[in-house]
């Protein structure tokens, strides 16, 4: 059973609109959530994060929002770049090894020009 | 280095064959991860150093596989008898943090196992 899920496999949107990536979980021992980006051929890199005490935490052009109740995520890209187009891995980690984390398929963002 | 270094980038081998995938972790960083991803899917946790000493090998899916970071630096995974099910992409991740608290996993670029 996948304790963390993106079920959008791909997203594709335009150059300077919203992208939303979506992702749902099911441990409730999680307690940090992380997003990666992945390009092809490179390990997936750190993008941001968000404690399980917070809602909300934002950085430039990327916000992630946490609904614990809900147990869903969703990683906002405001506008969109082209440069953003990548695998986007959604990841969620006990609070005794926050390096320790269980990964979502991912989702393929195309953003087109 | 600047980065997470693996080795070798490709390896294709035979089935039953022996191989080891060595990572070099980012200087000073104490906390060591590997992990694999399978075609279509996220990394899955394989093993986890603290130091010298595997804290956490719960991800370990038989006893072929085993890891050793002698000296709490580099680090080598090693996969006896292998399987056409264990071709996948090996990443290797470091952090300069461990064990509780927030902490960013740098990934190498992986190491892509292939057993015909």
């Known amino acids: 059973d996948q304790q963390v899920k993106q079920n959008s496999p791909s997203l594709s949107v335009q150059e300077g609109r919203i992208s939303i990536l979506n992702c749902d979980y099911t441990n409730s021992m999680f307690d940090y959530f992380l997003w990666y980006k992945k390009y092809p051929a490179e390990g997936p890199t750190f993008l941001i994060s968000i404690s399980s005490i917070k809602d909300k935490n934002e950085d430039g052009r990327f916000t992630v929002f946490l609904n614990k109740s809900a147990k869903h995520l969703s990683l906002h890209i405001v506008p969109s770049q082209p440069g953003d187009s990548a695998v986007y891995f959604c990841a969620a980690s006990p609070n005794t090894n926050a390096g320790k984390s269980t990964f979502g398929d991912g989702t393929t963002l195309t953003v087109k020009p | 280095g600047a980065g997470v270094s693996q080795t070798p980038s490709n390896k294709v081998t035979e089935k039953g064959k022996y191989v080891e995938l060595r990572c070099d972790p980012i200087?000073?960083?104490?906390?060591l991860y590997w992990y694999r991803q399978s075609l279509g899917q996220g990394p899955e946790f394989l093993i986890y150093?603290?130091?010298?000493?595997?804290?956490?090998d719960s991800g370990l899916p038989n006893d072929r596989f085993f890891a050793v970071r002698p000296e709490g630096s580099v680090s080598t995974l090693k996969i006896q008898r292998t399987e056409r099910g264990d071709s996948a992409v090996y990443l290797c991740a470091s952090s300069l943090l461990g064990g509780s608290g927030a902490n960013v996993l740098t990934f190498g670029a992986g190491s892509r196992l292939t057993v015909l």
């Open positions: 150093f603290q130091g010298t000493g595997a804290a956490d």
């Open positions: 200087s000073g960083h104490t906390a």
